[in-house]
């Protein structure tokens, strides 16, 4: 019989529901970290909150552990990279808590608007201050959704069924998905200058964390109200806090910090901010669904194999993982590649397989290329549930398959299409297990993908790659490889370019500036 410990407080369905499988079940909460690591090595199936830390050296004396579960959607607690080295599956439940927190944020906006959280105080202490807590309507308002996904979506749904106006920003929101929602697709900055109230639903990414600081808060409309339910990372705290002070927001109503627990914190005491302790997935119904997710999903795992919203593994026999390895490592750098480099909305993927790659089980491949693909934009995506959420957004995914044997043995093409324009990528294998980027936008070349990349696109004049590499070179960034290619009749050339460590904003701005570039991308795989 194999054998679960449940390590956090979770609902009890948890438990019953491992019974109810023939699996056997311990819980013990509340555990040290040497209490965990003695014991772990008897166990099966690990099932988390976010309390428990499943470390590298957890993980190194999991001798027996096949599966995590995280009952929940951050993973922070889980070390995957370790996990995955040790061949253990870490699982989440991306999709049980969406509502909750999507109402959480719908709370958050209506005490905002309403100093429900002052006034009670106010009233409980004995006062009747009814003309100092005058509030603001929703009806007519109009709602800025930064992050248009699975809770965002809920969000602007709830908020159209208030009569406000939404207008969302996401990259990977279709217009037509966002003609289903009933909201208006904006640039960031259209959305700032637009937006009543502005409500956080994306994940840390590079391209959002501190997306709200000084210099976009000046982009907004003059006592606009800001609701996070997300990540603390999103906001530069100090900005807010000046812009509060100033009258620029009018009030921000907070679920999440920079630093949590948050014992203390700049913003409290602060007449018109309202603050919550990271509740937006405290409900009793979250709480179950959660923990019924993650024992039915563990469960399925443990017992039959099967594989449901894993974070670091696709469905593949055993037969098939040592021939798709590199082909998994190439998807996962054209999807990687394609997604950090696109900056519309997708409308549409197609993904050719040739030569080799035809005869192969792609459906992993295919869910690891979009995957990567989405990535870099949305949170909680995995090779699992790609493909669905690719669905939901209104990304048409096509595969096509041609075995014979052109300029390559074997080759994966991708062509993605935005709202703007087409861009294609091809990949193939050299000497059977090593990835190469063979064609971007039509241009030929041979580039093998390191850890940190900058992609640079200009017009193909001399002296180009000179001042590019003088650049560099005075910021005292070391270049491991140096791909180029060229297409004559366009005009436009593309450096490909491995470094040791990422560029600082200083530097990428120095490219930026030099004559003739037309795009300038740091990439990270």
Known sequence: MVKVLISDKMSPRAAEIFRERGVEVDELTGMTPEELKAC?????????????????????????????????????????????????????????????????????????????????????????EKSKFMGVELYGKTLGVIGCGNIGSIVADRAVGLKMKVVAYDPFLSPERALELGVEKLELD????????ISLHTPITDSTRNIIN????????????LINCARGGLVVEQDLKEALESGQVAGAALDVFAEEPAKENILFGMENVVTTPHLGASTDEAQVNVAIQVAEQMSDYLLVGSVTNALNMPSVTAEEAPKLKPYMELASQLGGFAGQVTESGIKSVRIDYEGAAAALNTKPLTSII??????????????????VVAKERGIDVT?????????????????????????????????????????????????????????????????????????????????????????????EAIALIEIDSELSKETLDTVRKLPHVDQVKPLNF
């Open 40 to 128: 772990i090595g008897e166990y099966d199936g690990l099932a988390v909150r976010s309390a428990t830390k499943a470390t590298a050296e957890i993980i190194a004396a999991a001798t027996n552990l096949k599966v995590i579960g995280r009952a929940g959607i951050g993973v922070d607690n889980v070390d995957i990279p370790a996990a995955t080295a040790a061949g253990i599956c870490v699982m989440n439940t991306p999709f049980g808590n969406a509502i909750t927190t999507a109402e959480h944020a719908i709370a958050m906006m209506f005490s905002l608007s309403r100093h429900i959280p002052a006034a009670n105080a106010s009233t409980q202490a004995g006062k009747w």
């Open 190 to 197: 259209d959305l700032f200058a637009r937006a009543d109230y």
């Open 214 to 225: 000084a210099k976009n808060i000046a982009k907004m409309k003059p006592g606009v109200r």
């Open 370 to 387: 979009i995957q990567s693909l989405l990535a870099p934009l949305m949170d909680s995506i995995n090779m699992v549930n790609a493909p």
């Open 399 to 491: 595969e096509s398959y041609n075995d014979r044997e052109e300029d390559y043995q074997t080759l994966i093409r991708l062509s993605i299409t935005t709202e703007h324009q087409t861009r294609d990528i091809a990949g193939t294998l050299f000497g059977d297990d090593r990835p190469r980027i063979v064609n971007i936008k039509g241009i030929n070349m041979e580039a093998e993908i390191g850890p940190h990349m900058l992609y640079v696109t200009n017009k193909d004049k001399p002296g180009f790659i000179g001042a590019l590499g003088s650049v560099l070179g005075d910021a005292n960034v070391n270049i491991a490889t140096f791909h180029l290619g060229r297409h004559k009749g366009a005009g």
